[in-house]
């Protein structure tokens, strides 16, 4: 399973999480799909578990009962990756060197402190699971909306599952970062009823730094989404992270680069650590460690962002 | 801890005390001042009406009871104290000013001499008694009652089977929470008048009525003159009884205003002793006489009887308007007045305690418990939306004046208007659980199927915790059985014993659970275990509904009921022509027993990954030793999650349950239905039940009401409500109320979009017909103790931006970084 199993893209994508009653990230109570792998690496990633495509091992050692009342991953690892933590004596400690992602001790856990991220999916599954809260969607506008990570990596996946979706009335939007090929990007977009994408910064170089990549080709794509999808509702959304945009210079460019287009609505969200903890459980070093927001400062940026409406 | 309804420990009461404070007083000056003067006063027990009851029935051993009742109504309205409190617009108390309760030595007196000694030092909702008082208690009140209550008469009636099931063998006092009577701590379940014609009639009204029939009796019939001749004249002494208590009020109003020097409450007490004088005798004239006039009927009902928990107060936004509506446009009142009336009945109301003195009776309503219900909105009787300026007045009152009392009642229908959800949901959004969502599409229906007429069930009020009444067609006051479902589990792993219990057979002998070869085996003993169960309770509740009339009479809450007034009989009378009887069973710890069967179910007999021995072995160490088989067992499928494995599990435990109501109810003559609504009870059943194969350790509480185990949804809000869908048996007329709690952070509401959104849920919950809905908009206080105790709040949603997240899975600074934000948020 570590490896890259082949199978059938259109029919099979990875996931790592389905949340329910999701009030924030599109009209209505909606269902999120997260999707993995991501060709960004953002400092501030809040969803470590979703940058890499195949399923990997996490290990949270809160849920993790202690080697004193359970050995039972030591005795099921053949690679003898399950050592003890000699920081805490009585938690264990995941060689990622040794470890070959087999996820056998994720089977004899009992306590769930080991888990896989990530799962092979199927379009029933989406839609099945999806469809559970039907009854909500109904009065409240809602439905299913794809993150990740970025959904856009599994294109023809999520294609397929926003044709199923519209046959049957279920509302769709995805969340992304714009970073895909623009062929893929259309296609996905023409089974959307609306669409969340991220516009981080507009100064190139501080873009690399801070996510791994140029943003010349979401640039593009922004540009291409509006001239045609110019009826498809999208709301722009920055992150506002300390040191990289959290100036006044960095939103009014995006501002400046967005405005003027009837579709399209913008929102800033403030910078969080929720997923700080995420890291220490793949073994991951978390690059922000030590930052924060300052709330005025989110408060006045959000007032220049309000000035768009 | 978890609860039911609105049930504030002293701790989070002091919180909202505190809340109350910091808020502004402007404008409300009034209760504000009634508020301070008694809410830092411990509760006190007056022992006026228990001492004036004893003193009459003393005088008329011999007589028919309900004659007895209202001859010592009679006797109390011309002897109790009457009290006008400063400031205090209404009035009508039945004790001491301050926080106060009374006694009901016909339920209690026989151990009330014993109880009130204990009283000043009890954990629970501790109350002083003065010295003299204790002596009138134990030396006056006490000495009569002894050999006379229902609860010694019922203990000696119940066969030995049914007994040991009931009661500690060694002591009747003391319930065994296996197969729980409720009937003896209270006189009368919740109940509701049809206080409108009061209003409309006057007790004058009323008492013509009677006495037209009392004129009208067959001289020669037998039945005439022992049954009914006493009915009406206990009926026309009432009427004088409560018309008497009035006008003392009104004497005493008019000697104080010529005391007052104050000019402004000089006319107050003038005006207090005119309407006095004119109600609740005569038809109510204007919106204040009508409020005082429903304020003496419902305090004199609390003097009459104990109805648990404290009579109802109905559908006060419909009866109340047309008084309303006439003095708004005649400009004898505006809004503000109407208002600060009503807030006056509110702060009246929090000063009367609901007490328990039998040790079963605390455990139920811990925490001085109040289900005073007041409905709002809904439809009328002809089917349209019944929402009216006044529905607003009380919502906002809610939102502005944040205080535990009333309980508030918002019926919900699916033509309801946007405007009062939404008003329904700003109310919900200020944290204090107001108010309660009780569903027309789920109750009408069942009204009548169970065979109301549609203007009947339309008009229908919430009455107590979740119920529904019917005030002029319901005849059912017994109170029922509360049964330990998840005791059945426990016997069923030990062969019909419990932990607890030692070597006593409990239950059936079904044999030893590591024989079975199969789930259907294990599923199969455990309904015997259930329906045996059932079979007890049903035992014990046919010989209290037969015996209950012997000891309790209820004049004033017939009075008003058409159904009596016709038969001429009382309301506690098991059968009353042209009545439905709608009473119920508890099933108690729903979540515990779904969980546990799934537990089983999957990894003993599907999975094999545990052998019912080692399971066995787990829970009789109570886990010690078996740490991670526990976790299994906490990992294992859990209702409450929309996942249909347990859900189907926690559908046929329903459905056993309603096949034996369905087959026994009707020999009973009475509808005995399914119901799901714990008070707090779910922690003392908890206590007798040893640590059960979903993970929970011994002697914890039960899962409660329709709810989840503690921490065990984890799926959010719309997987608790579809679990509770899926798991309801529809095609079955014998359900009852369900009650669900949901939690939910103050982010996932946040704002216009957060109203909106909490609308479309409500709506959703509407669709699904579910009975009943409560919110809980945690603050900043549960956040910090979720911290504190992570294993209770594991379904806790947070949100801060862009992602959401479960609370305890975050590191413990960006928790404390979350509890900042959310205080700010609040502001």
Same mark, same amino acid.
């Given at each position: 399973m570590?490896?890259?199993?082949?199978?059938?893209?259109?029919?099979?994508?990875?996931?790592?999480?389905?949340?329910?009653?999701?009030?924030?990230?599109? @009209?209505?109570?909606?269902?999120?799909?997260?999707?993995?792998?991501?060709?960004?690496?953002?400092?501030?990633?809040?969803?470590?578990?979703?940058?890499?495509?195949?399923p990997e091992l996490g290990y949270n050692p809160s849920k993790c009962i202690g080697i004193s009342k359970c050995l039972r991953c030591a005795e099921a690892c053949i690679y003898g990756a399950v050592k003890q933590d000699?920081?805490e004596n009585d938690k264990i400690l995941i060689?990622?060197?040794?470890c070959?992602e087999c996820l056998l001790c994720t089977e004899a856990c009992p306590s769930k402190a080991l888990e896989v991220f990530g799962k092979?999916?199927?379009?029933?599954?989406?839609?099945?699971?999806?469809?559970?809260?039907?009854?909500?969607?109904?009065?409240?506008? =809602?439905?299913?909306?794809?993150?990740?990570?970025?959904?856009?990596?599994?294109?023809?996946?999520?294609?397929?599952?926003?044709?199923?979706?519209?046959?049957?009335?279920?509302?769709?939007?995805?969340?992304?970062?714009?970073?895909?090929?623009?062929?893929?990007?259309?296609?996905?977009?023409?089974?959307?009823?609306?669409?969340?994408?991220?516009?981080?910064?507009?100064?190139?170089?501080?873009?690399?730094? !801070?996510?791994?990549?140029?943003?010349?080709?979401?640039?593009?794509?922004?540009?291409?989404?509006?001239?045609?999808?110019?009826?498809?509702?999208?709301?722009?959304?920055?992150?506002?992270?300390?040191?990289?945009?959290?100036?006044?210079?960095?939103?009014?460019?995006?501002?400046? !680069?967005?405005?003027?287009?009837?579709?399209?609505?913008?929102?800033?969200?403030?910078?969080?650590?929720?997923?700080?903890?995420?890291?220490n459980y793949l073994?991951?070093?978390?690059?922000?460690?030590?930052?924060?927001?300052?709330?005025?400062?989110?408060?006045?940026?959000?007032?220049?962002?309000?000035?768009? &409406? | 801890?978890?609860?039911?309804?609105?049930?504030?420990?002293?701790?989070?009461?002091?919180?909202?005390?505190?809340?109350?404070?910091?808020?502004?007083?402007?404008?409300?000056?009034?209760?504000?001042?009634?508020?301070?003067?008694?809410?830092?006063?411990?509760?006190?027990?007056?022992?006026?009406? #228990?001492?004036?009851?004893?003193?009459?029935?003393?005088?008329?051993?011999?007589?028919?009871?309900?004659?007895?009742?209202?001859?010592? $109504?009679?006797?109390?309205?011309?002897?109790?104290?009457?009290?006008?409190?400063?400031?205090?617009?209404?009035?009508?108390?039945?004790?001491?000013?301050?926080?106060?309760?009374?006694?009901?030595?016909?339920?209690?007196?026989?151990?009330?001499?014993?109880?009130?000694?204990?009283? /000043?030092?009890?954990?629970?909702?501790? !109350?002083?008694? *003065?010295?003299?008082?204790?002596?009138?208690?134990?030396? &006056?009140? +006490?000495?009569?009652?002894?050999?006379?209550?229902?609860?010694?008469?019922? #203990?000696?009636?119940? @066969?030995?089977?049914?007994?040991?099931?009931?009661?500690?063998?060694?002591?009747?006092?003391?319930?065994?929470?296996?197969?729980?009577?409720?009937?003896?701590?209270?006189?009368?379940?919740?109940?509701?008048?049809?206080?409108?014609?009061?209003?409309?009639?006057?007790?004058?009204?009323?008492?013509?009525?009677?006495?037209?029939?009392?004129? #009208?009796?067959?001289?020669?019939?037998?039945?005439?003159?022992?049954?009914?001749?006493?009915?009406?004249?206990?009926?026309?002494?009432?009427?004088? +009884?409560?018309?008497?208590?009035?006008?003392?009020?009104?004497?005493?109003?008019?000697?104080? #205003?010529?005391?007052?020097?104050?000019?402004?409450?000089?006319?107050?007490?003038?005006?207090?002793?005119?309407?006095?004088?004119?109600?609740?005798?005569?038809?109510?004239?204007?919106?204040?006489?009508?409020?005082?006039?429903?304020?003496?009927?419902?305090?004199?009902?609390?003097?009459?009887?104990?109805? =648990?928990?404290?009579?109802?107060?109905?559908?006060?936004?419909?009866?109340?308007?047309?008084?309303?509506?006439?003095?708004?446009?005649?400009?004898?009142?505006?809004?503000?007045?109407?208002?600060?009336?009503?807030?006056?009945?509110?702060?009246?109301?929090?000063?009367?305690?609901?007490?328990?003195?039998?040790?079963?009776?605390?455990?139920?309503?811990?925490?001085?418990?109040?289900?005073?219900?007041?409905?709002?909105?809904?439809? *009328? /009787?002809?089917?349209?939306?019944? *929402?009216?300026?006044?529905?607003?007045?009380?919502?906002?009152?809610?939102?502005?004046? @944040? $205080?535990?009392?009333?309980?508030?009642?918002?019926?919900?229908?699916?033509?309801?208007?946007?405007?009062?959800?939404?008003?329904?949901?700003?109310?919900?959004?200020?944290?204090?659980?107001?108010?309660?969502?009780?569903?027309?599409?789920?109750?009408?229906?069942?009204?009548?199927?169970?065979?109301?007429?549609?203007?009947? +069930?339309?008009?229908?009020?919430?009455?107590?915790?979740?119920?529904?009444?019917?005030?002029?067609?319901?005849?059912?006051?017994?109170?029922?059985?509360?049964?330990?479902?998840?005791?059945?589990?426990?016997?069923?792993l030990?062969?019909?014993?419990?932990?607890?219990?030692?070597?006593?057979?409990?239950?059936?002998?079904?044999?030893?659970?590591?024989?079975?070869?199969?789930?259907?085996?294990?599923?199969?003993?455990?309904?015997?275990?259930?329906?045996?169960?059932?079979?007890?309770?049903?035992?014990?509740?046919?010989?209290?509904?037969?015996?209950? @009339?012997?000891?309790?009479?209820?004049?004033?809450?017939?009075?008003?009921?058409?159904?009596?007034?016709?038969?001429?009989?009382?309301?506690?009378?098991?059968?009353?022509? =042209?009545?439905?009887?709608?009473?119920?069973?508890?099933?108690?710890?729903?979540g515990t027993?779904v969980d546990s069967l799934a537990v089983i179910k999957k990894l003993v007999f599907e999975d094999k990954k545990l052998t019912m021995a080692e399971l066995v072995a787990a829970m009789k160490s109570n886990f010690e030793g078996y740490e991670a088989i526990r976790e299994m067992l906490l990992n294992a499928p859990k209702y409450g999650n929309?996942d249909?494995y347990s859900?189907?599990?926690?559908?046929?435990?329903?459905?056993? +349950?309603?096949?034996?109501?369905?087959?026994?109810?009707?020999?009973?003559?009475?509808?005995?239905?399914?119901?799901?609504?714990?008070?707090?009870?779910?922690?003392?059943?908890?206590?007798?039940?040893s640590a059960t194969p979903n993970g929970r350790k011994a002697?914890a509480?039960?899962?409660?009401?329709?709810?989840a185990s503690h921490g065990a949804d984890v799926n959010?809000?719309?997987?608790?409500?579809?679990?509770?869908?899926?798991?309801?048996?529809?095609?079955?007329?014998?359900?009852?109320?369900?009650?669900?709690?949901?939690?939910?952070?103050?982010?996932?509401?946040?704002?216009?979009?957060?109203?909106?959104?909490?609308?479309?849920?409500?709506?959703?919950?509407?669709?699904?017909?579910?009975?009943?809905?409560?919110?809980?908009?945690?603050?900043?206080?549960?956040?910090?103790?979720?911290?504190?105790?992570p294993s209770k709040?594991r379904g806790?949603?947070?949100?801060?931006?862009?992602?959401?997240?479960y609370?305890v899975e975050?590191?413990?600074?960006?928790?404390?970084?979350?509890?900042?934000?959310?205080?700010?948020?609040?502001?």
């Amino acid at each position: 399973m570590g490896e890259t199993f082949l199978f059938d893209k259109k029919r099979y994508g990875y996931v790592f999480n389905i949340q329910h009653y999701s009030v924030h990230d599109g @009209p209505g109570i909606r269902t999120i799909v997260f999707l993995k792998g991501c060709p960004l690496r953002c400092q501030w990633c809040s969803n470590p578990e979703s940058q890499l495509q195949n399923p990997e091992l996490g290990y949270n050692p809160s849920k993790c009962i202690g080697i004193s009342k359970c050995l039972r991953c030591a005795e099921a690892c053949i690679y003898g990756a399950v050592k003890q933590d000699l920081e805490e004596n009585d938690k264990i400690l995941i060689d990622r060197q040794l470890c070959k992602e087999c996820l056998l001790c994720t089977e004899a856990c009992p306590s769930k402190a080991l888990e896989v991220f990530g799962k092979q999916t199927s379009i029933d599954d989406i839609i099945q699971a999806v469809e559970k809260d039907s009854a909500f969607y109904a009065r409240s506008g =809602g439905g299913l909306t794809f993150s990740g990570g970025e959904p856009l990596m599994q294109a023809d996946f999520i294609t397929e599952v926003l044709k199923v979706a519209r046959r049957r009335r279920i509302n769709t939007t995805i969340e992304t970062c714009g970073y895909a090929e623009w062929p893929k990007f259309a296609k996905v977009c023409q089974h959307l009823n609306s669409l969340i994408m991220d516009i981080k910064c507009m100064d190139t170089e501080k873009h690399k730094k !801070f996510t791994n990549a140029s943003n010349e080709l979401i640039i593009e794509n922004f540009k291409k989404l509006c001239e045609e999808f110019p009826n498809l509702p999208i709301l722009v959304r920055t992150p506002v992270i300390p040191g990289f945009n959290d100036s006044e210079e960095d939103i009014r460019a995006i501002i400046h !680069f967005i405005k003027g287009r009837s579709n399209v609505r913008y929102e800033l969200l403030p910078y969080h650590r929720l997923g700080q903890q995420k890291y220490n459980y793949l073994g991951k070093h978390y690059p922000l460690d030590g930052m924060r927001l300052n709330d005025e400062t989110f408060n006045r940026l959000k007032e220049i962002a309000n000035s768009l &409406e | 801890m978890e609860s039911c309804c609105n049930v504030l420990s002293p701790h989070e009461q002091r919180i909202q005390e505190e809340q109350l404070g910091k808020k502004n007083f402007e404008g409300r000056e009034r209760v504000f001042q009634i508020l301070t003067s008694f809410q830092d006063l411990r509760p006190k027990i007056d022992v006026e009406r #228990a001492k004036y009851f004893t003193q009459s029935f003393r005088e008329t051993e011999g007589q028919p009871l309900v004659l007895r009742w209202a001859k010592a $109504l009679k006797y109390t309205a011309e002897n109790i104290t009457v009290y006008i409190d400063d400031h205090q617009l209404l009035v009508g108390r039945a004790g001491y000013q301050g926080r106060y309760g009374i006694l009901f030595p016909e339920l209690d007196g026989d151990f009330l001499d014993v109880a009130i000694e204990q009283l /000043p030092n009890r954990v629970e909702s501790p !109350f002083d008694v *003065t010295p003299e008082d204790a002596q009138v208690i134990i030396n &006056e009140i +006490a000495p009569y009652w002894k050999g006379k209550t229902f609860h010694e008469n019922l #203990a000696m009636a119940l @066969p030995e089977d049914t007994f040991k099931l009931t009661y500690d063998p060694e002591n009747p006092l003391n319930s065994r929470f296996l197969v729980n009577e409720t009937a003896t701590f209270r006189s009368s379940i919740q109940w509701v008048h049809d206080y409108e014609k009061v209003l409309k009639r006057g007790f004058k009204g009323i008492k013509e009525e009677a006495q037209q029939k009392l004129e #009208a009796l067959d001289p020669m019939s037998p039945v005439d003159n022992m049954e009914k001749k006493p009915f009406l004249e206990a009926v026309i002494i009432t009427c004088d +009884a409560i018309v008497l208590w009035a006008k003392r009020h009104a004497k005493l109003a008019a000697e104080l #205003a010529n005391k007052e020097s104050d000019a402004q409450r000089k006319q107050e007490l003038q005006d207090i002793a005119e309407r006095c004088a004119w109600v609740p005798e005569n038809p109510a004239r204007d919106f204040r006489e009508a409020v005082q006039s429903q304020w003496f009927t419902q305090m004199f009902s609390r003097i009459e009887q104990k109805t =648990g928990t404290i009579i109802s107060n109905g559908r006060m936004d419909q009866y109340f308007y047309p008084y309303y509506k006439k003095d708004l446009e005649e400009g004898r009142i505006n809004e503000d007045q109407a208002t600060e009336l009503l807030e006056c009945m509110w702060v009246a109301m929090a000063q009367f305690i609901d007490l328990y003195l039998s040790p079963t009776g605390g455990a139920f309503n811990e925490g001085y418990a109040h289900w005073e219900a007041v409905t709002v909105g809904g439809q *009328t /009787p002809d089917g349209l939306d019944a *929402t009216n300026d006044l529905t607003y007045i009380f919502l906002k009152s809610k939102q502005e004046f @944040p $205080l535990n009392y009333p309980d508030l009642a918002a019926r919900i229908h699916s033509r309801a208007p946007e405007r009062y959800l939404y008003e329904v949901a700003e109310t919900i959004k200020e944290g204090t659980g107001f108010p309660k969502l009780i569903n027309d599409e789920e109750v009408v229906s069942l009204l009548l199927s169970k065979g109301a007429c549609f203007e009947e +069930a339309y008009d229908y009020a919430v009455s107590g915790c979740a119920e529904c009444r019917m005030p002029n067609r319901d005849t059912y006051t017994s109170g029922n059985p509360y049964v330990n479902f998840a005791a059945a589990v426990e016997l069923t792993l030990y062969n019909g014993k419990m932990l607890k219990f030692g070597d006593e057979v409990v239950g059936l002998q079904t044999g030893d659970p590591t024989n079975f070869k199969t789930w259907d085996e294990f599923w199969n003993a455990y309904v015997a275990q259930q329906t045996n169960f059932l079979k007890h309770a049903f035992i014990q509740q046919h010989i209290i509904i037969n015996m209950r @009339p012997k000891h309790f009479a209820t004049p004033l809450g017939s009075l008003m009921h058409d159904l009596c007034m016709e038969t001429c009989k009382d309301l506690h009378t098991p059968a009353i022509e =042209g009545g439905i009887d709608l009473g119920y069973f508890e099933l108690m710890g729903y979540g515990t027993v779904v969980d546990s069967l799934a537990v089983i179910k999957k990894l003993v007999f599907e999975d094999k990954k545990l052998t019912m021995a080692e399971l066995v072995a787990a829970m009789k160490s109570n886990f010690e030793g078996y740490e991670a088989i526990r976790e299994m067992l906490l990992n294992a499928p859990k209702y409450g999650n929309n996942d249909s494995y347990s859900d189907v599990i926690a559908k046929d435990v329903d459905r056993e +349950a309603l096949k034996f109501t369905k087959k026994y109810s009707k020999e009973l003559g009475v509808h005995l239905d399914l119901r799901l609504v714990p008070f707090t009870s779910h922690v003392p059943f908890g206590k007798v039940v040893s640590a059960t194969p979903n993970g929970r350790k011994a002697w914890a509480p039960l899962s409660d009401g329709s709810s989840a185990s503690h921490g065990a949804d984890v799926n959010g809000p719309t997987a608790v409500l579809m679990s509770n869908f899926n798991s309801k048996n529809y095609n079955f007329r014998n359900r009852a109320a369900r009650l669900l709690n949901i939690k939910l952070s103050p982010t996932c509401v946040a704002g216009e979009e957060g109203s909106a959104k909490l609308v479309s849920f409500i709506r959703t919950w509407c669709d699904l017909k579910l009975w009943h809905l409560q919110f809980n908009i945690v603050n900043k206080e549960t956040l910090l103790a979720a911290k504190k105790d992570p294993s209770k709040y594991r379904g806790l949603i947070v949100r801060v931006a862009g992602y959401s997240a479960y609370f305890v899975e975050l590191s413990s600074d960006l928790q404390d970084d979350i509890i900042a934000r959310t205080e700010h948020s609040a502001i």
